[in-house]
Nanobody, 121 residues
Framework: QVQLVESGGGLVQAGGSLRLSCVASGRIFSIKDMAWYRQAPGKQRELVATITSAGTTVYVDSVKGRFTISRDNANNALYLQLNALKPEDTAVYSC???????????????WGQGTQVTVSS
């Protein structure tokens, strides 16, 4: 049973920082592309950043220079460092990964449950 679990969210003041983690567990052969999404109340889910298995990264314009996506392939982990946070960054942040499992589990994109990031003004 492959799954992704996020952690690290919380309440911070504007200008503060958080580090989000996402760990994949289960019988995993490999993980390809990974990404962080976010969704604020009343808004559509937005792609924040992606990282390929080779380490190539892409960011949405609104977070460039402030957020950093990274991964630890040996531990099947994904991270998002959020610096210089703004109130408009408030959202539920979810991780996403294309996973090739061992044996019978399906090869597909998997989603985590999400972690809440709240930035006060």
């Amino acid at each position: 049973q492959v799954q992704l679990v996020e952690s690290g969210g919380g309440l911070v003041q504007a200008g503060g920082s958080l580090r989000l983690s996402c760990v994949a567990s289960g019988r995993i052969f490999s993980i390809k592309d990974m990404a962080w999404y976010r969704q604020a109340p009343g808004k559509q889910r937005e792609l924040v950043a992606t990282i390929t298995s080779a380490g190539t990264t892409v960011y949405v314009d609104s977070v460039k220079g402030r957020f950093t996506i990274s991964r630890d392939n040996a531990n099947n982990a994904l991270y998002l460092q959020l610096n210089a946070l703004k109130p408009e960054d408030t959202a539920v942040y979810s991780c996403n990964a294309y996973i090739v499992p061992l044996f019978t589990s399906p090869t597909r994109i998997y989603w985590g449950q999400g972690t809440q990031v709240t930035v006060s003004s």
